[in-house]
């Protein structure tokens, strides 16, 4: 299957142009974005938290403190809603109400499940060092028993998966397209830099 | 009153060293920030989306279709979680464990108010013009009585607001110093490209 299935709540419905559920794509979006922003509700109240995550196969991969409220909202089996963005580019049109933003948007509904397997945490754990610096995981001092308790790691199945996805230039009303005003794009790119050493 | 006052929800508990407060502080994230993560819940399930947003004051922005899906269930009465982060770099330690990133991250809880207003509406869209490109707002064609009914703008009001922020190297164990393992940072910076002119 090269596509996410589409159900009620994934379905793009406005834009439904810019809608994308190929699953190359979105796992490349997953991929190449450092953060995500994980949402659930507890009592009617939404929470709502951004963190940053990674990816193996069709699992989605987050950590952080075994007493962080939002993950416990999610393993005592809240719904999570996860949120995965990259802004690509300022879209200028001739017309005010014809601008817009360039953009990857993955939107994931799931349910958390605690990675309570010491191999699947360790494996996990190595995998979010190797995406951020290749090579890593072999270099730092791995993680003692009282760390690992520490830690929880989280994994969502993607499953219920869709992408929004805009590119290209403005798209103005065929009678703004002699008006003297400038059109354009302005890309937006993250950018890593050097790193700046402590020791070495 | 230059701090947000804290409540319950808003009063960072853990890593409560990296919170913060001031007022002058947070509005600069909100204003260098392009995007938000608005997040409901509707039926006990969450609703999560991104979009771009700006500031006047105490005043948060979003605008869409009138036709969007969460912010009718945030006119209807849905609370909304709001995050806005900026990721400014991977903080690489001596150990696995202290690894971490640096950022600055705003949470705000707020009922929305649709701008009905039509003079606070046509003010904001200018804002948000203002924002993405200073002098736009007199350049580009003024939205006209349908396109400005097909947009709502949704106001938030800043109050219930926190920040947490991570800043410098990276912090390990002192038995860990004399490791044979590099550290630094890696910032991480969101950069505007030239833009790309289509006609001018």
Redesign the interface.
Known sequence: MSEYSQTE?TRV??GSKRANYDKETINAILDEA??C?V???LG???????T?HWRDGDQLYVHG?S???LFRALLEG??????V?L?DG?V??????H?S?N?R?V?IYSQARLVDDADEKSRA?DQL?EK??KG??D??????ET?MK??SVIAFTLSEVSAKIRTG??VDDPE?MD?P????????????????????
Chains 1, 2 share one sequence.
């Open positions: 709540r419905r406005r450092m953060i922003h949402s659930t509700q009617g109240q939404p929470l709502l938290q951004p940053i403190s007493k962080n409220g809240s719904e999570a809603c996860i949120a963005t802004l300022i200028f049109a001739r017309s005010a109400f601008h933003v953009y948007s939107v754990l060092m951020f610096h890593r995981s270099e730092a001092r791995r993680a003692n760390e520490a830690t230039g403005p703004d008006l005003v400038w059109a354009g794009v302005q890309p937006i790119s993250t950018v890593l830099g050097e790193i700046e050493y402590e020791n070495r």
